[in-house]
Nanobody, 127 residues
Framework: QGQLAESGGGSVQAGGSLRLSCEAS????????VAWFRQVPGQGREGVAF?????????ADSVKGRFTFSITISQAKIILSLKMDSLKPEDTAMYYC???????????????????RGQGTQITVSS
């Protein structure tokens, strides 16, 4: 299992915006499945957004229209960004990034199905 590191977490008032980033080294141009998950204490880890190549980006209903998942790829790394707008108190959670070089079934994967996983960054939205 490879390690990733998220950045960009913090606190914001409801209606505000934040951007998370995550980077994985190596060659990712052939195929990939990348994702953002979140978890609140006492609950399971929820898939927020998934993007596969080849494939398309899939968002959880709870964030659709408010979150935007973008990917930047070079010869040596892949960068995942999650722009979060119109944040709500219920978006408060620990957010995690994940990446894998297998693209099949990308939108249906659980946290344990990714070879590269982040340690998490806290997002707190106050009302």
């Amino acid at each position: 299992q490879g390690q990733l590191a998220e950045s960009g977490g913090g606190s914001v008032q409801a209606g505000g915006s934040l951007r998370l980033s995550c980077e994985a080294s190596g060659y990712w141009m052939r195929a990939y499945c990348v994702a953002w998950f979140r978890q609140v204490p006492g609950q399971g880890r929820e898939g927020v957004a998934f993007a596969g190549s080849p494939g398309r980006t899939i968002y959880a209903d709870s964030v659709k229209g408010r979150f935007t998942f973008s990917i930047t790829i070079s010869q040596a790394k892949i960068i995942l960004s999650l722009k979060m707008d119109s944040l709500k108190p219920e978006d408060t959670a620990m957010y995690y990034c994940a990446a894998d070089r297998r693209h099949s079934g990308c939108g249906n994967r659980g946290w344990d199905d990714f070879d590269y996983r982040g340690q998490g960054t806290q997002i707190t939205v106050s009302s």
